[in-house]
């Protein structure tokens, strides 16, 4: 069987790391720790070649069961269910979480013998992902450590950040977020704030990618409104398979037609299955029905991986990446043809990256005096989470050493 090169549009693998609350987490990943779902032996055994790599905070009120599983995914087995959303974090307690996985995505980039790189355009990442072992796109899941000042998004900028969600699943000051409700439409609260429509725009200016997963209906059409990029879900499925908040109407996939966008396919069985249940035991075949769909509306070009790896329960045949291989024999069998397979494993991502992502943004003469202030305080700040625990960043996260989130 063919080993396809995989671009992948979402992974958790830096929050894993992260919990590891130690400073060598890099070297866990680079030489494999057999934990989890990723670490770069497996994925390079997998021809796992590149994605976003998602720097996500936890919610301050994540619950943990005796069984370290969250409490939510008990909620999540029952027949119908509507979890709250969390509480707005704010973005002092946000940003030096991000800036501790932004240095330990470096870390893993700088320690990896040339393997690893974080790409800053489409040029670049075509380019990694032909020569090198894993091509890397740094993403923000929620925006929470964004000022409304938005000094910290060109700082994370210059940082390498090319790709970010307004929210995570809870309020920001940019937007509600959609809550984990089954059986629901994704019409559930209202859309982004002023602030929100602000950050579209200054993504416009820096050719960021807004990703629109975890938002709401509101909040979807407001990015529809004001971005002029095409519309990307990193991480979503078709809400006509599984009524699922977090999954999109066929209204919304054609606007991502229509703006030749990108949906990747999300592995987490609540978002797969006709009952919206999070249970292991979910055949991958609902894997590929989710896919024909997405090809039915939007056409072989738009449609590709949004895994969730080392964020969510997987399936019981994609414990790891590992299990790519069942995956991929099973659109074989299913008469997905070599040019199709080509597309969805990783052609369609990088072409809708490099779209956006056409170049580096050169600053203005002033712009770059004023980031370098900026960008001195956020450094210092980066210097010092490195050498700090984990535990020390944020005490009311201490029990949520192995939270998993979706």
């Known amino acids: 069987m063919k080993k396809y090169k995989i671009f992948d549009g979402h992974n958790d693998v830096l929050f894993r790391l992260y919990l590891k609350n130690h400073n060598l987490a890099y070297q866990d ?45 008990d909620d999540m087995k029952k027949d119908q269910y509507s979890l709250p959303l969390p509480e707005l974090i704010g973005s002092d307690i946000a940003l030096p979480v991000v800036m501790r996985k932004i240095s330990l995505l470096s870390q ?3 320690y990896s013998q040339g393997e690893v790189k974080i790409c800053l355009n489409g040029e670049e990442l075509e380019q990694s992902f032909q020569e090198r072992s894993l091509s890397v796109i740094m993403h923000i899941e ?25 929210v995570w699943s809870r309020p920001t000051i940019f937007g ?43 909040g979807f059409w407001d990015v529809a409104k ?23 109407t066929d209204r919304q996939l054609d606007a991502i037609k229509d703006t030749k966008g990108m949906v990747g396919v999300n592995f987490a069985p609540a978002f797969l299955r006709k009952d919206g249940k999070m249970l292991s035991d979910t055949n991958i075949q609902l894997i590929a029905d989710h896919f024909k ?59 809708t990256i490099n779209r956006i992502l056409k170049k580096t943004i050169i600053l203005k003469k002033n712009e770059r005096k004023l980031l370098s202030i900026i960008f001195y305080v956020i450094i210092k700040t980066w210097d010092y989470t490195l050498t700090i625990n984990p535990k020390q960043v944020s005490e009311p996260w201490k029990k949520s050493a192995k939270n998993k989130k979706n």
């Open 108 to 110: 893993i980039e700088k």
């Open 29 to 73: 990943f680079l030489n494999g720790d057999n934990e989890g779902q990723l670490d770069l032996p497996r994925m390079k055994e997998a021809n796992f070649k590149g994605g976003f790599f998602a720097i996500y905070v936890p919610s301050q009120d994540a619950a943990i069961t005796d069984s370290d599983k969250p409490i939510k995914y």
């Open 293 to 351: 769909h997405l090809i039915d509306y939007l056409g072989e070009d738009h449609v590709g991986f949004g895994s969730d790896f080392d964020g969510a329960m997987m399936p019981k045949d994609l414990r790891s990446v590992l299990g790519m291989s069942k995956l991929t024999q099973l659109l074989v069998d299913q008469g997905f043809n070599d040019n199709l397979m080509q597309k969805i494993y990783h052609q369609n991502w990088l072409e």
């Open 226 to 248: 004001n971005s002029i990029h095409p519309l990307v879900a990193t991480h979503s499925n078709s809400h006509a398979i599984c009524p699922h908040t977090r999954n999109l």
């Open 176 to 218: 509600e977020g959609v809550p984990f409700s089954f059986p629901s439409s994704p019409d559930i609260g209202g859309g982004l704030t002023n602030l929100g429509i602000e950050l579209i725009k200054h993504c416009n200016d820096l050719n960021i990618i807004v990703d629109t997963s975890h938002l709401n209906e509101k």
């Open 142 to 166: 929620g925006a929470e450590c964004i000022d409304e000042n938005f000094y910290n998004l060109e700082a994370l900028y210059r940082a390498g950040l090319r790709s970010i969600g307004p």
